[in-house]
């Protein structure tokens, strides 16, 4: 073990010894509470299972409390001037800097995630709350629509309290990345972070305690998605729904949410292309398709899982891969040269190293990895970096979603070609699209069914830009005013010139 590596573990152990000596709780109203329920479940690390601490089980009538919070704080946060409201989040943005190795440290332990990718995740959750900060001004803009003898005017209001349900992959930046617009356009929060990685969703809480934001506006619910996030779908008082997660859980919030009719945006999960042409830069392209899908242990929804690389270049582009693919360095996350990290549960961990034997079943070769490092690295979630070749579209490597370090190769000749190949599947979140003629890449760019295409780029982040996916990857799109359309209800008022006749009935 490196010297590096044991300074990080005990700094991380200081952070984390609260969360082993006192029960993981909720926040409601301002208050830090158990709850109602005297039941917990125990929080382990990947990094060697080891015990992080108990964590309280919510219940139903824990969320109807937090809930009921976040009615009573709806109409005094909405009526807050967004310019207060802008104080109060970058406040809450230089709490979150202030946390900054915190929150990296406890995150890489509680998810597993390396920490060289978590050392960003406080400064882009503050980042988050910045953007949408500087916005909160303007949330409540609409548009002047005229007609010759009509002026409409359109205004838009926070639709009241919502719930922001969030997944275990990158769960402190994705929790950033709904919460802040929410609080931004004037609504309050019911959060519900992942049972399998739900320690940063109380710093953040913590965070915004110290930022001062008023009681009620932002609650915090600890438990299971089956009973908190059900309840909380369910309950009258939430307006809207934010989720990010797997499909199935989109589909189970569809049906949970029909009866009070509110309004939902389901960011799920993905098998995104990366198509690689002959005439791709190639080693950018390498690059590329490297991090995409290995970086953050490929437990990411933008992850390019699916290579579909060209003929003319496959022999040389697929040996130079096998080389960077072997060379990636498995670790615990908190060393800082570790690459790929522990996959975040033994649940999990069964389910990627399912796919080594289905992947051979199928007929496809693995070239690379296919193994536990178990042996090697102990007890933690670790496997190998794995690359499947001589793959095909329709096996269940290249339709699945693995959702772990493991890509899946497969040759395509022409244009057409990989277009079906890259729509012929269930999901369209991202594509990445690699070649140097620009109208390959704009046609392309147009046929591929995908919420968000990169051309000759990794996944670059734009906040202004939308984000979300189409079919079953999702339903709805936010970042910049698309975030705002989906927290607020747009009003159409509509104003006579006194010109026009009025219809005149009965007289
Ligand atoms: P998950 O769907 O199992 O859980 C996500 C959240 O939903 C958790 O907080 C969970 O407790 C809750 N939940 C589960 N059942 C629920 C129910 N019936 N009602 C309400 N809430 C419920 O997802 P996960 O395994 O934590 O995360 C991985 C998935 O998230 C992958 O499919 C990945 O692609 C997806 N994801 C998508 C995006 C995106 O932007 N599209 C981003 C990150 C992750």
Redesign the pocket.
């Known amino acids: 073990m490196s010297e590096q590596l044991q300074q990080n573990i005990a700094t991380a152990q200081g952070y984390l010894a609260r969360f082993k000596e006192r029960t993981l709780g909720h926040y409601i109203n301002g208050e830090w509470t158990l709850g109602s329920e005297d039941q917990t479940f125990e929080n382990t690390t990947p990094t060697d299972q080891s015990v992080l601490g108990n964590v309280v089980q919510g219940s139903v009538a824990d969320v109807d409390a937090a809930c009921a919070a976040a009615h009573a704080a709806a109409d005094g946060w909405a009526a807050m001037s967004g310019a207060a409201r802008k104080k109060i989040l970058h406040k809450l943005g230089d709490e979150l800097e202030k946390r900054a190795e915190e929150i990296a440290m406890v995150e890489s332990m509680d998810c597993g995630q390396p920490l060289r990718f978590m050392r960003q995740a406080a400064i882009r959750g503050a980042a988050n709350f910045r953007f949408f900060a500087d916005k909160a001004p303007e949330a409540r803009n609409g548009l002047s629509l005229h007609q010759d003898q009509h002026t409409n005017y359109t205004v838009r209001n926070p639709i009241g309290p919502v719930a922001v ?6 769960p402190f930046m ?1 929790s950033t990345w709904k919460i802040a617009p929410a609080l931004a356009a004037g609504c309050t929060v019911v959060h ?6 739900p320690l940063t969703a109380t710093v953040l809480a913590e965070c915004a305690e110290a930022a001062g934001l008023p009681k009620g506006v932002w609650n915090m619910v600890n ?4 009973i ?3 309840a ?2 369910e309950n009258p008082k939430i307006k809207a ?1 934010a ?8 589909k ?2 569809q049906a ?1 949410t029909a009866n009070t009719l509110k309004r939902l945006h ?5 098998k995104n292309p990366v198509i690689v042409f002959d005439d791709a830069d190639f080693e950018r392209a390498l690059d590329a398709v490297v991090f995409m899908i290995y970086s953050l242990n490929g ?4 992850s390019s899982s699916r290579l579909l690389v060209q003929s003319g270049i496959k022999d040389k582009f697929l040996s130079a891969l096998k080389v960077r693919v072997a060379n990636l360095k498995v670790g615990h996350s908190l060393d800082p040269a570790t690459e790929v990290g522990p996959l ?1 549960h033994t649940g ?1 961990y069964d389910k990627v190293t399912s796919y080594f034997d289905i992947a051979k079943q199928e007929g496809a070769r693995v070239a690379v990895g296919g193994v536990s490092l178990r042996d090697e690295l102990g007890p933690g979630n670790y496997v190998s970096p794995t690359l499947f070749v001589e793959a095909a579209n329709s096996m269940r490597i290249a339709q699945e ?1 693995i ?1 772990g370090p493991v890509l899946t190769a497969i040759e395509f000749e022409t244009e057409e070609q990989a277009i079906a190949l890259a729509n012929d599947t269930i999901y369209g ?1 991202a594509g990445y699209i690699w070649t140097s003629n620009t109208g390959c890449a704009m046609r392309m760019a147009d046929k591929v069914e995908a919420g968000m295409l990169w051309v000759n780029s990794e996944n670059n982040r734009n906040l202004p830009s939308p ?3 189409v079919k079953m ?2 339903i709805g799109r936010d970042g910049g005013d698309w975030s705002f359309d989906f927290y607020m209800e747009t009003k159409n008022v509509c104003i006579a010139h006194d010109l026009h006749s009025v219809p005149v009935l009965g007289r």
């Open positions: 349900i969030t997944p275990w992959n990158t994705l519900k972070p992942a049972e399998l990685s438990g299971f998605g089956s908190v996030g059900k909380l779908t729904v989720l990010v997660g797997d499909s199935a859980t989109g189970k919030i949970q389901l960011e799920l999960g993905g437990q990411r929804c933008t975040v999990h979603e959702f979140l984000f979300g996916g990857s999702g």
